[in-house]
């Protein structure tokens, strides 16, 4: 008699392994980095079912795509460039045009000149500052979050953006569907009753899953009337300003006067015409703008479609130019092979590399992900220092009094593949310097780990750490 069960039973076991199959050749077939790819096949293998749903959810590589078309994508940048030709920077710094020039190939991100840069690193000045901003806004304002929280702070950024949608000023928000799933979305419903158009990036919808869960819109920008923009690392959450239960919320966010608002209006409006299918490219919307300050400064953005992980190629091109130090903040750090070895080159050549972790991380296996890698930076004479005044979410980069970027990105796989991200390079040595001098008032309260004392760990602890950096290339 035919046993009906052990017959299903082996059915099932041949479509899910035709499946696993057809997944793996999948993966070979992306050509990714071989350390990726052997990470995605061991999940697959030794995690029946679950790898398989993992896979679908973060794995996929969707880099080929192509978020706007051509025809949009040219409308709309055609703004910003027309502002840069009627005054191109003439006196760009020597040592900082090559890295120009490869954003400008890259991300077709043009340099402005004459920009003015307010260094913010306590939430509570950044938010009064944005709060002026907009009480100050006449025609439009467009804010673009990963985080925009119903507490304390989101709902005075909320009340100042319906104050000015009833005097007529137009306002577009987005905020990432993600990073809001816990908000209540009775809070963005106010907003859209009060004329403002609101909508989430991605949407992902549940019990139909999605693989776009993984790829988020981890931008932090936002742009007054096309003349003020801020952007950096702070959402707009109640823990910005007021820290955690164990510590201080350390971060750093600029706010920017000039024409390289152009830039964040032209990332925002990009994102915009993605998300709602609305070409906006009306020249109100990219003013004339009179120089305000010194800084030459190129927005410069990455996502996970496309042919170049723009930012962290730049920030690899920059790594190797440098000469004299190059200081990092970074709260997680799980960097690319090509951005490990060109730290350890760097240091090895000479020059003082410094990387300023949390002591305490939000994420117990980021932590541990984030720790395997810091005995290799040691050991090439890389300075590693751990923030302990509360959580360092702070994301800088300071290079040779001369290179500075704030903005969204972490030094790690998911900042740099996954997340659509957004940087200010700055190249300027007055915003330079002034980071270099914030990164060192930092290290009052920061620990230097030396290699002697990293190597007294437990055993067990360089285990947990060792076996977590198996899935890094996978965050």
Not at 159 to 173: D, F, N, T, Y
Not at 433 to 445: K, P
Request: aromatic letters at 12%.
């Amino acid at each position: 008699m035919l046993d009906w069960s052990n017959t299903f039973n082996i059915g099932l076991n041949i479509i899910y392994l035709t499946m696993v199959l057809g997944t793996v050749t999948v993966v070979l077939l992306d050509n990714r980095h071989p350390v990726k790819t052997i990470a995605w096949i061991m999940v697959l293998v030794f995690l029946p079912v679950i790898g398989l749903v993992f896979y679908f959810f973060f794995g996929q590589n969707v880099r080929k795509e192509r978020l706007i078309s051509k025809r949009s994508f040219i409308s709309i940048a055609r703004r910003p460039l027309r502002g840069y030709w009627r005054r191109p920077p003439s006196d760009l710094p020597l040592e900082c045009q090559s890295l120009a020039s490869l954003f400008r190939r890259m991300n077709r991100s043009m340099p402005f000149g004459g920009n003015e840069v307010e260094v913010y690193t306590q939430g509570g000045a950044m938010l009064d500052s944005l709060l002026e901003s907009i009480r100050q806004a006449r025609h439009h304002i467009h804010m673009e979050f990963y985080i925009f929280n119903d507490d304390t702070v989101g709902q005075r950024v909320r009340e100042a953006l319906i104050s000015k949608a009833r005097e007529g000023v137009k306002i577009r928000i987005m905020y990432d569907d993600v990073g809001c799933w816990h908000v209540n979305k009775r809070f963005f419903r106010v907003m859209k009753e009060a004329g403002i158009e609101v909508y989430p990036f991605l949407k992902v919808h549940f019990p139909i899953f999605s693989n776009r869960v993984n790829y988020r819109n981890h931008r932090k920008i936002a742009i007054i009337d096309g003349q003020t923009g801020f952007i950096g690392g702070m959402n707009l959450a109640d823990r910005y300003l007021h820290g955690l239960s164990w510590g201080n919320w350390r971060d750093t966010a600029i706010r920017i006067k000039g024409g390289a608002v152009q830039g964040l209006q032209t990332v925002f409006l990009m994102d915009w015409c993605f998300v709602t299918q609305a070409l906006i490219n009306d020249p109100t919307y990219f003013p004339t703008i009179e120089a305000e300050g010194k800084s030459h400064i190129q927005i410069v953005t990455s996502k996970p479609v496309g042919r170049w992980q723009e930012i962290m190629l730049g920030y690899l091109h920059a790594i190797t130019g440098a000469r004299r130090y190059i200081y990092i903040q970074t709260p997680y750090f799980m960097p690319t092979e090509q951005i490990l070895t060109a730290l350890q080159t760097a240091a090895l050549s000479g020059v003082d590399v410094r990387i300023m972790l949390p002591w305490k991380g939000d994420s117990r296996i980021v932590q541990m992900c984030s720790r395997s890698y810091l005995r290799d930076m040691m050991e090439a004479g890389v300075k590693v220092l751990f923030y302990h005044r509360g959580f360092l979410h702070s994301k800088t980069l300071v290079i040779d009094d001369c290179i500075s970027s704030v903005g969204s990105t972490n030094m790690d796989f998911r900042s740099f593949e996954y997340n659509f991200e957004a940087n200010a390079f700055m190249y300027d040595s007055e915003t330079a310097t002034r980071l270099r001098h914030i990164f060192n008032e930092d290290e009052q309260f920061c620990t230097h780990i030396s290699t002697q004392r990293w190597a007294k760990r437990s055993r067990w602890r360089k285990m947990e750490e060792s076996i977590f950096r198996l899935l890094a290339p996978l965050m």
